[in-house]
């Protein structure tokens, strides 16, 4: 808006510190901003339509308070993209914002629903804001899929002219297509890339939070989630040591991923809240980083180990509709489902003795889950019993997986092999037949 705003009576001007083209203005109607001393304002999203009676800024952290006539106030975290949108910033295609340093510390989490106090979930609360490192990004204009772009060619066509067949390649090329992602990197001071976050590829102002921690190291799910309790969170994984670290900006078109722009580096820093003494931070992140990475082939071995006993059971009922298989295969299969079932009772659970809620030597998971539970929700060192589960279970690890991979990739395969040689109806996870070949 080229007019400046209506203000209320008591509403203020505040001027940026560092850009004095920057101003703030509470009004009437809500919280302006202007980036080029006045001449033309713009209204903040995320203010109500409310009368603003005083602004002021925050100048350590950079932040903008609004006070309401209705005894409220808003503030908007951390507003120094401004800045470079005053200095010219949106006249990019692409544009990635100083990154501002963050504070490494464990949020509070209610045992409640979440971000709700002890007084119930039915209270007013305002949401924080997002721990860890705020990302600041800006497109010009959304990147197009083939699609879009052939469509707006069309659209722009005369309307008395008919609209050409684009073909079948091209229709079944647009279908394959993905669509356009934003990638933010986040690399540790040696350059090494420790997280990849999928931001939105759409034009405008977008803000996205890296957690200050690595990869979740657990499978992938795909599966839609349905109900889930509220003190039941996202998988997370264990966090980084303060330092510095950048942020870098990449599009992933069909022509593969270009890299926008320079890396913006920041600062994460520890808050100095210990009792028990500074930890070495550094030490700690390295035996969170080796108990995630157990964690990560724990759980994917798994999983193949459940995958196996669905293909023993597949085998088990073909078994029964193959007369010219030797009966000799049912022993073979029962020897297999011991050797899996033995695996399972080191790799996950006691199932005999869960049962009966009776108590059971501790799991290659289960201990690497107290570890994980325990530990990565919090910056202190790891205690002897935590660092004793991980050796134990680093050792049992390597004797269960080196026996899961001879029965999943000879034993379970060879059977496989006999019933398909046999003539058995098709099973899950059994190699490819000879096409030419007959049975």
Sequence with gaps: SADPPERGGGGSIAQDHDVPDLLFAGAESGLYASVDRGRHWLKLGGAPTISFRDVAIQRRDNDLVGATFGRGFYILDDYTPLRDIAKGALEHKTYLFPVRDAWLYIPSVPGQAAGKPSMGSDDYTAPNPPFGAIVTYHLAKAPETAKEERTAREGALDSAADVPFPGWETLRSEALESEPQVLITIRDSAGTALRRLNAKAEAGLHRIAWDLRLPPPDPV???????????????????????TYTAELAILTRNGVETLGEARPFEVSAIPSFTLGTPDFEATAAFQRRTADLLRRAQGAARELGRGGERLRHLRAALAETPGASPELYRRLDEIATALAELRLRLQTDDARNRLNESSVP????????????????????????RESVEIASSEFTEVSAALTQTLEVDLPALEAEMEAAGAPWTPGRKLPDPGSSS
């Design 221 to 243: 799910n795909l599966e839609v989630p349905g109900f889930r309790p509220p003190w039941v969170e996202d998988p997370f994984g264990p966090l980084v040591a303060p330092g």
């Design 363 to 386: 799991t290659i998971l289960g201990r690497l889950g107290q570890v994980a539970y325990g530990h990565w929700q919090t910056r202190q060192a790891p205690t002897a019993t935590q």
